[in-house]
């Protein structure tokens, strides 16, 4: 069974700050990996999504990487800004539809 | 594209009253998702419907839990009779051929 553990759990960090959120999944077999964020009250925003024969995906200030065989991706965020505050969660897909989120990182990025 | 459409946005009822909640996936997805939200236990995925036909439903909680997938375009999650520990948000999600989930607004359920 698909396990997803994701660290910090919390983090705060002042604003212009680069930094690095963590997942790691037990079972190395997916198909891709989704990063989302969800703002207090509202729903999931797909940011990246990394299939399995990739190695990262960037969207302007965000880079997602993969390492399948470690069961390892990472979530980089470039010169954070007070509007990255928010819960990122990863999402490892095992196929068929199989889905498991982590728990999240909550992120509090001071102005 | 408007995105996923949940309805209603909050609902409050009272135990023993049945609870539907609709959603509209985004128009060309094939696959939709019902997922339930607390701080306990994180995000569940309650069921899936890949083509409108439900693939796998081990996430239902109890037989309390129903849901429908009619068409390609509307799927309800039917809870009768409702218990205050149904209590949750409940989101709906559709994804596209690449497997990438996009997920609705989310409908806050209080069951007192």
């Known amino acids: 069974k698909q396990e997803v553990t994701q660290i910090p759990a919390a983090l705060s960090v002042p604003e212009g700050e680069n930094l690095v959120l963590n997942c790691s999944f037990t079972?190395?077999?997916?198909?891709?990996l989704q990063w989302f964020r969800q703002d207090p009250g509202k729903g999931l925003t797909s940011l990246l999504l990394?299939?399995?024969?990739?190695r990262e995906q960037t969207s302007g200030r965000l880079n997602a990487s993969l390492d399948k065989s470690s069961g390892r991706s990472t979530l980089y965020i470039a010169a954070s800004q007070p509007g990255d505050s928010a819960t990122y969660l990863c999402?490892?897909?095992?196929?068929?539809?199989?889905?498991?989120f982590g728990a999240g990182t909550r992120l509090f990025v001071k102005a | 594209d408007a995105g996923v459409i949940q309805s209603p946005r909050h609902e409050v009822t009272e135990m023993g009253q049945e609870v539907t909640l609709r959603c509209k996936p985004i128009s060309g997805h094939n696959s939709l998702f019902w997922y339930r939200q607390t701080m306990m236990r994180g995000l569940e995925l309650l069921i899936y419907f890949n083509n409108n036909v439900p693939i796998d439903d081990s996430g239902m909680p109890e037989d309390r839990f129903s849901a429908k997938m009619p068409n390609a375009s509307f799927s309800t999650l039917k809870i009768q009779p409702s218990e205050p520990r149904d209590s949750a948000v409940y989101f709906c999600?559709?994804?596209?051929?690449?497997?990438?989930?996009?997920f609705g607004p989310g409908t806050r359920l209080t069951v007192t």
């Open positions: 999402a490892p897909n095992t196929g068929g539809f199989k889905t498991i």
């Open positions: 999600a559709s994804s596209n051929r690449f497997y990438e989930q996009y």
């Open positions: 079972d190395s077999a997916i198909y891709n």
């Open positions: 990394i299939q399995s024969s990739q």
